[in-house]
């Protein structure tokens, strides 16, 4: 039996050609890869130097490569004389049947880089937004994590986050504190007035560039309300918060200025 087989034969028509094909496989695998290292290396220092956020570099860096590999493997079984076509279909069918069962997740993944590339807040700052409130302490892919004032933990998906209203509290360097003090009808408005003025004069942390707003902003039911609105840097802004109100109380106290509450006068006519 093996009298009959031609060596020459096989090497020519299985061996060789096998061979070549598989060392031309091996050669545009190896160099692929190191093409494929290559430019993703560049990619990133040109996202580096537009001054791209790391994490978003690393992220896109590591999808380039993954898809350049996909490319360079096809490529290599085709050389193999494998068919690629339905590979390629393959793929992509489940390409799409996993973009479909992750929409969610996708949905975070692209807000979340549309977070880290138009920066609307940044790591340290406090912000309101999807219905919580507190300082950013790290900005990923999918989720962002916050610290409330009670230093709790709050992860929130990227998507809730760029898809509603955000309120960046620590955007600006200044803040304005808005505060409302209501007096009795009785009592001397000037006098409160001053009173007010004189308490924020005395704080140093009340900016003087924009002044101060002291103004008769309600006769309500029960009290003449005042609006006060000083302005402040933002890091000042419940300390000077809390402390004007307890200021004011104290000095309204010894002036004899009323604090009125809500009340209800009940006339009773005689039958």
């Known amino acids: 039996m093996l009298e009959n087989i031609n060596i020459q034969e096989m090497l020519d028509t299985y061996v060789i050609p096998w061979g070549i094909n598989i060392v031309m496989a091996l050669a545009i695998f190896i160099v692929g890869k190191m093409v494929v ?10 996202m580096k130097k537009a001054k791209v956020d790391e994490l978003l570099v690393n992220f896109i860096g590591s999808i380039i490569k993954t898809v350049l590999l996909l490319f360079v493997v096809i490529a290599a079984l085709d050389q193999l004389g494998v068919d690629t076509t339905s590979l390629i279909a393959l793929i ?6 996993i973009g479909l069962a992750l929409q969610g997740s996708l ?3 692209a807000s979340g880089v549309m977070l880290i590339i138009f920066r609307p807040f940044k ?7 999807a219905g919580v409130s507190g300082v950013v302490e790290e900005i990923g892919i999918f989720s962002t994590t916050m610290r409330t004032g009670d230093n709790k933990e709050i992860i929130v998906p990227n998507g809730a986050l760029y898809g509603g209203t955000i309120t960046n509290v620590s955007a600006r360097d200044t803040r304005r504190v808005d505060m409302v003090f209501g007096i009795g009808y009785d009592d001397d408005i000037r006098k409160a007035k001053d009173i007010i003025k004189q308490i924020l004069d005395e704080d140093d942390r009340v900016l003087n560039d ?3 707003l002291i103004a008769v902003g309600e006769l309500a039911d029960s009290s003449v309300n005042f609006n006060v609105r000083p302005w402040v ?3 000042d802004y419940w300390g000077v918060y809390f402390d004007t109100h307890e200021k004011i109380k104290l000095a309204f ?6 604090i009125p509450y809500p ?3 009940v006339h009773q006519h005689a039958a």
């Open 37 to 46: 290292g290559i430019l993703t290396n560049v990619a990133k220092s040109l």
């Open 92 to 97: 992509g069918a489940a390409g799409l049947a």
């Open 107 to 109: 949905q975070n993944l």
């Open 123 to 129: 790591n340290g700052d406090f912000i309101e937004a």
């Open 210 to 212: 924009p002044a101060p």
């Open 233 to 235: 840097k933002s890091g």
């Open 253 to 258: 106290d010894a002036a004899g200025i009323s």
């Open 263 to 265: 009340q209800m006068d």
